[in-house]
């Protein structure tokens, strides 16, 4: 089974065009964690005990919230995920995190920050597998 955890540089090309210009970006995260965060290439940040997938993915948002914040963004829902109601069952997600952006440029902004870069490990220790949609209001008829 193919996981996915960061971006390609395609995808994030593709993205920061057709969102350019458009307002406001909400990322919607699906968010699979391991059963023990694996730290193995991010000693630098590896908690002093070993922790579950989930707690590195918390400690990541404690640490991201002041971050995301400075760029102008905020966190909308972090919340526990069921099975589909409309969907394939063999397919699950622990929790979902929808995330307000002003703007491309301010998602870039927050994913470009030094301060943001140091946590990243956090995350990808915690993380099994994750998608990320972003997703703009629709003004048509």
Not at 83 to 90: A, E
Not at 129 to 136: E, S, V
Request: net charge negative; glycine share 6%; aromatic share 12%.
């Amino acid at each position: 089974m193919e996981t996915y955890i960061h971006t390609s540089s395609d995808a994030a090309i593709k993205f920061y065009k057709a969102f350019q210009g458009k307002g406001p970006v909400v990322m919607l995260n699906l968010l699979k964690f391991k059963e023990v965060a694996d730290y193995s290439d991010f000693p630098e940040i590896k908690p002093a005990v070993e922790v579950s997938g989930e707690k590195a993915y918390r400690i990541y948002m404690k640490e991201a919230s002041p971050l995301i914040e400075k760029a102008g963004s905020k966190v909308l829902f972090y919340g526990k995920c069921q099975d589909y109601l409309i969907g394939p069952t063999d397919e699950k997600w622990d929790k979902v995190l929808l995330v307000h952006h002003e703007s491309v440029d301010s998602f870039v902004k927050f994913a470009k920050d030094e301060e943001y870069v140091e946590i990243l490990g956090h995350r990808t220790a915690g993380l099994m597998d994750c998608r990320l949609l972003p997703i703009t209001e629709f003004k048509g008829k």
